[in-house]
Every structure is written in C-alpha cells, then in structure tokens.
C-alpha cells in the first residue's frame, strides 16, 4: 500500500507539549512527511495528542499537532492533523529538498523506469518541480485523507464538514448562506435546523440574543425560506422611533388624524400585507401598543389612527429582543398575554464567545470576503488568530466584522498581527498588543499574561505580539526574570 505523503530522512531539533502551557520536552525529528512524523528522545503515551514545533533550516518554526501511534524504546511515532496551507508550504519547501531518489516513487518505493510525470504503480503525480505540486497531490489524496478518519466522524460532525465545504465554495462566489450564520459550531447548527423548520409554518416566531449576534438576519432567513418570499420583509425597529411616532408607523392614520396628517398613510402592517413584519427590540414596545399588537396577532386586523373601523391584513409577524422578556413580564413591562402569544416558536442565538471555533471561522470568512472587494491578499498570523478565539468579543459578530474589516486597512504587508485587530482598547484588554503601546504596559498586565501561561515564555510572546527578547527586555525593565520558564 502506498503512502499519501513522501516521507524523508531528517535532523530537525524540536519541542513536544501535551497541552498548552505545559512543559516542553526536546526531540529530534528524524523522519518527516506531511501526515506523519518519527522523533527521538521522548516517549509519549499511545493515543496522547501532541503540540510539536520544529525548527527547520533557515530558522523557520512551524507547529502541527499529532497523535501517538506508536511508540518503541525512546522512537515515537505521531500521525499529523492537517495543519494550515502555509504549515503545509513551509513543510513541503522543506520535505521537496530531500526527495533524491528519482528514480523511485516516494510514496510506492516502486522503480518508475518511465520517468512521467505520474507513477506507472500507485498513479500519484511525481513532477516536483511543478510550482502548483503540493496543491494538485492534496486534490489527488483528498478522499484517502477522509476515508482515513471518517471511521472517528459522527453523523453530526459530517454534516458539519459538509457545510463548511459549501460555504467554502460560496465564499468563493462572494456569497454566504447567511452572512453571520457562518460557522461548524453546535449551537449555530441547531440554529439553522430551526429557522429551516419554523420557515415553513406561519406562527410567530421570537428570536431572542445579544446585540450583534444577527436576529435581524435570523429573521430575514426564515422570511427568505417561508412561502412568503416573494412578499415584503418590512423591518422596524420598536427601540428606534419615539413612542409619540411608532404608531402611526405600525398601524398608519387617516387623513386629518392629528396636526400634519394630511393624507391617508398605510402601516408597517398593511405594507407587508401578504409578507413579513420584523418587530426588532420588541422588549421596548410601549404596553399600550402591546394591545394592539396583540389584536394583530389574535384577528389579523389593524387599525389606523383617526379610523372608525378596522382593515384585515395577512402578514406574520417574527418579532427579536435582547431582554430578558420573562423579567420583563414579572416586572409588568411586558404583557403576559402577548408574551406567551409570540413566543410559539423561539430561537435563542449564542453570543459569538461561546461559538468556540467559529470565531476563527467567521473571521477567516470576512478576511477572504473584503479581500476580494478590496483586491488585497492578506493573511492571519498564528498570533491573531489566537487573539481572535482568546478574545471575549463584546459585540459579538458585528464587532468581529467590524475589526477585521479595520485590520486590513491598518496592516503593514500581507499579514495581519494583533495589534491591528486592535482589541487592546476594548473591555478585554488581556492580549494587549505590546508591539504599539510598550511605554505604557503596566508590570501587573504582564504578571497576568505569565500567570495565564504557566510561566512560558514562547506562549506568553505569543499571546502579547511580540518576540522573545523583547518579552526578556521587558521581564528586565519589571524585575520579573526570576518568574518565567523558558
């Protein structure tokens, strides 16, 4: 059986860790291709997963994550995880320079008298000096790649990846499922299973969350999906309008209603008439107005101000608040009826910190998306993207765009960094960026940042944005060289 990736003899000194900030033991690496490694010099328990980082020639370190295969007198044996597309370049740049026996395939050991460009035994491309190689032997051995851990995947998870491929494919279109319902993440998967669901019958729906977590986008997916698609989404915001406007914006007025009325105007209902109506921040909707929403929703009629009688409409009503509206009913700002009557369906969107990997996700997607607007090529360091999942992200999605839209403005060259993200001025300011505001880093700041990290130094550089002498300039400058691990 031939292997997927051509494995080469190596000395490369390297650190293993079980986890983050634990300790580092030093190896030798001496076999190396891109899904497995051999070290030397520590033995690790089978089925541990480790954090391996190299030091290849040139002084370029690359870091990949494997499992203990198998493990013999002081030789382990580590089965990668896929690392990223720069990881892979950097490893096969390295890899591609010890590749000598041409005559051999390095994935069959199989002679190739022929010497074409594809092995007569085992088919895999051989052209190693086709710029594009890595790329077209990734597209070659992508199914043998799945098949090999398909057996470890669950329905779930499947379906997760199948969704991250399309999405993939329409980011490349300069399109998305749903804008800020990007991402793998459990909740966010069930969140799709809803709205696909609650689209398809005619309650009202609720969709509770903080601010930024995309209700107005929820909303409008259910809408896009529902049979009334190709009516109105009329969207108001109850929090937005005075309480003295709001409703003759909802319900519309006669003529000579009040001073300045001076024509018949329709409501935000009788506009959406055969559509939708979002109701955004309905927590703020005045109790009288509560009534009469109410009455929209039991009988399907609306009343403008100055009528003397009613008019029928069709619409559903989906309805969106970051209040608590339980609290809001025990302190009599909400009214119970009305409460229990919207809330058939409801939806509860999760803020961006507890989405796990989707931050990573969401950030990548925008990056790629502006990008391609701005026809820019910019990349993320592995620095801000640990940034970007260590960080609390307030505003959630919105705030999220908002950075990475800002970071490729401010980032000198192709690659953004911490700083750029500019996430030290926000309320969580534990990553501040060193690199721009050295003159003003607090010794306690730093004290944290080693605490966090367990005393290591390569984490805590990592995690601040800056280099390790710099990080030992400033352990100097506080009196701190006593208190770290190298």
Not at 13 to 42: D, F, K, R, Y
Not at 217 to 240: G, K, P, Q, Y
Not at 391 to 414: F, Q
Request: with cysteine; net charge neutral; proline share 3%.
């Amino acid at each position: 059986m031939s292997r997927l990736d051509a494995r080469v003899k190596t000395e490369i000194p390297a650190l293993v860790t079980q986890h983050i900030g634990g300790p580092e033991e030093e190896v030798i690496v001496q076999e190396l291709s891109l899904s497995n490694l051999l070290m030397n010099g520590w033995t690790p328990k089978v089925h541990d997963t480790l954090r391996v980082k190299m030091t290849l020639p040139k002084g370029n370190e690359v870091e990949v994550f494997g499992d203990s295969v198998r493990v013999h007198d002081s030789d382990s044996a580590l089965r990668l995880y896929c690392p990223e597309y720069t990881t892979t370049l950097e490893l096969w740049k390295f890899i591609k320079t010890r590749i000598h026996y041409l005559t051999t395939c390095p994935y069959c050991n199989q002679e190739n008298e022929s010497h074409s460009d594809h092995c007569a035994t085992c088919g895999l491309y051989l052209n190693f000096d086709d710029q594009n190689y890595i790329d077209k032997h990734i597209q070659e051995t992508f199914l043998q790649r799945i098949n090999r851990r398909i057996g470890k995947m669950s329905s779930d998870y499947l379906q997760r990846v199948l969704t991250h491929i399309d999405r993939e494919e329409l980011a490349a279109k300069g399109m998305s499922m749903d804008e800020q319902f990007i991402g793998t993440s459990k909740t966010m998967l069930e969140v799709f299973s809803l709205i696909r669901k609650f689209a398809l019958v005619e309650g009202p729906v609720l969709i509770l969350g903080e601010s930024g977590t995309g209700k107005d986008l929820a909303a409008r997916a259910i809408h896009e999906r529902s049979d009334r698609s190709n009516s109105s989404f009329v969207v108001i915001n109850c929090a937005a309008i005075p309480e003295g406007l709001l409703e003759a914006e909802l319900f519309g007025y006669e003529k000579g209603a009040f001073t300045g009325a001076y024509m018949n105007k329709k409501g935000k209902f009788e506009l959406a008439h055969g559509g939708t109506v979002f109701l955004d921040e309905i927590g703020e909707l005045p109790l009288p107005l509560q009534a009469k929403l109410l009455r929209v929703l039991e009988d399907q009629r609306v009343e403008r101000l100055g009528s003397k009688g009613s008019r029928k409409v069709d619409v559903r009503i989906i309805a969106a608040t970051n209040k608590n509206l339980e609290q809001e009913v025990m302190s009599r700002r909400f009214r119970v009826d009305l409460y229990h009557r919207i809330n058939t369906f409801t939806i509860t969107l999760s803020p961006l910190r507890n989405r796990g990997e989707d931050k990573e996700v969401i950030a990548k997607y925008y990056l790629a998306k502006f990008c391609a607007q701005e026809g820019v090529p910019k990349r993320f360091s592995k620095e801000a993207i640990e940034t970007i999942n260590m960080y609390s992200w307030p505003g959630n999605v919105r705030e999220l765009i908002n950075k990475v839209r800002r970071a490729i403005v401010v980032s000198e060259g192709d690659v953004i960094v911490p700083c750029d993200l500019s996430t030290e001025v926000l309320e969580d300011n534990r990553f501040n960026c060193i690199g721009k505001a050295k003159t003003n880093i607090e010794k306690q700041h730093l004290v944290e940042i080693l605490r966090m990290t367990s005393k290591n130094i390569s984490k805590a550089s990592r995690l601040l944005g800056v280099s390790r002498p710099t990080l030992y300039t400033l352990l100097k400058k506080y009196d701190l060289n006593s208190a770290h691990k190298s």
